[in-house]
Every structure is written in C-alpha cells, then in structure tokens.
T-cell receptor
Framework: GAVVSQHPSWVICKSGTSVKIECRSLDFQATTMFWYRQFPKQSLMLMATSNEGSKATYEQGVEKDKFLINHASLTLSTLTVTSAHPEDSSFYIC???????????FGPGTRLTVL | SQKIEQNSEALNIQEGKTATLTCNYTNYSPAYLQWYRQDPGRGPVFLLLIRENEKEKRKERLKVTFDTTLKQSLFHITASQPADSATYLCALEGSNTGKLIFGQGTTLQVKP
C-alpha cells in the first residue's frame, strides 16, 4: 500500500516552454502533498507544500509564478514549470502524507532536462 | 543555525559486515527522525521512523538509535549485502512545521 506515482518519469524540453508533472497517490487519499527538487549529489530540498483545495505554500526562494502547483483532488497534485530554463533542470520528486500520520511516501521522481 | 549532517564521504564495506551511518543535527528538537533509502534516479523509500522517546528501533537487518542528548541518530545494517548499496538519507521534522528536512545522505557501497 501507500504507492505514489509520478508522470512523466523523465522529460526533455526546450528553453521557454512549460512542463507539467503529475503526482498521484494510488491507493490512499492525501490531504497534503509535497514537491521537492534534488540537484546531483545533493539532498532533497522542499519547494512547496500542497494542500487539497487550497493554495500551495512555497518555501523561501521558490518562485510561485514559475512553479505552479495545483492540488485539485485528494489523489492528484501537479507541478508546472513555466518558461523553463536550463537552470531548472533537476530531479523533481513529490511525496504524499497520509492523513493524521507522520509518514510521507515518495514518488519515483521526474528528471527534467531543459535544453 | 539549524543543520542536519551526514557523512558526505561514501562508506565502503565488505559484504557480511555491519554498516553504521551517522546523522547529527543541531538546533532542532525533533519529535521523531526518519531514515530513507534512495537509489540512483529514484525517489526515497521509507525505512524506519524512531520517536524521541525511543532509544532503538529494529526492522529485520536494520537498527536505528536516537540519542536526543547527543543529537544523533545511528543507522546500522547488519550482515550487509551488495543489494544494500544505495544512498541513505536521514530526515526530521523542522520545528513543528510538519515539513521534513533532509540530510545530504551517505552513499553506502557493499563489496562482494
């Protein structure tokens, strides 16, 4: 149980285009989902917290107009990287937390490469 | 300032030996601490959670200790196998925020 999926697993796009990444909790409902970014040989850095039905909360230094987050249902959150630039190339990972739980389950990640 | 530190150098050990990884933190008072495994190009996989009032937690060949006085957690893998080779991350909740803060991870390489 507690499986989280992400789609796509990898994407290559041209600079200036927008890319949408989906995060789904497959067998449980997640009131809270998180989006992380991980650069090579570095740890996961939290970008934003996404609560179903409300606006996402962004960490300091993360541009909310560049990284659009939508959490329209209890099983789906999306991250859209708008006007992507090469420096946005990274590994994006989502996670979902069970209601009333400390446990966080992670998706397999999406590798974004911006040319 | 708040920090979570893990050995950034890779840990190389022989198959069958016990691997011990360290996680130190400063200026946090976490109610619990978690350990994750991450394989290259994959998301983290939850391994163990230990609460502040627990000294030790075990799961099969894994053992975690938590010393809130030393502000340290140790992660042990006994009878290590090449399949245990991965990066291991510790994480704790930052200041009652409900958000996980991760260490940079320690890469373990188990040689046959």
């Amino acid at each position: 149980g507690a499986v989280v999926s992400q789609h796509p697993s990898w994407v290559i796009c041209k600079s200036g285009t927008s890319v949408k990444i989906e995060c789904r909790s497959l067998d449980f409902q997640a009131t809270t989902m998180f989006w992380y970014r991980q650069f090579p040989k570095q740890s996961l850095m939290l970008m934003a917290t996404s609560n179903e039905g409300s606006k996402a909360t962004y960490e300091q230094g993360v541009e909310k107009d560049k990284f659009l987050i939508n959490h329209a249902s209890l099983t789906l959150s999306t991250l859209t990287v708008t006007s992507a630039h090469p420096e946005d190339s990274s590994f994006y990972i989502c996670s979902a937390r069970l209601a009333y739980s400390m446990l966080e389950f992670f998706g397999p990640g999406t590798r974004l490469t911006v040319l | 300032s708040q920090k979570i530190e893990q050995n950034s150098e890779a840990l190389n050990i022989q198959e069958g030996k016990t691997a011990t990884l360290t996680c130190n933190y400063t200026n946090y008072s976490p109610a619990y601490l978690q350990w994750y495994r991450q394989d290259p190009g994959r998301g983290p996989v939850f391994l163990l959670l230990i609460r502040e009032n627990e000294k030790e937690k075990r799961k099969e060949r894994l053992k975690v200790t938590f010393d809130t006085t030393l502000k340290q957690s140790l992660f042990h893998i006994t009878a290590s196998q090449p399949a245990d080779s991965a990066t291991y991350l510790c994480a704790l909740e930052g200041s009652n925020t409900g958000k996980l803060i991760f260490g940079q991870g320690t890469t373990l390489q188990v040689k046959p």
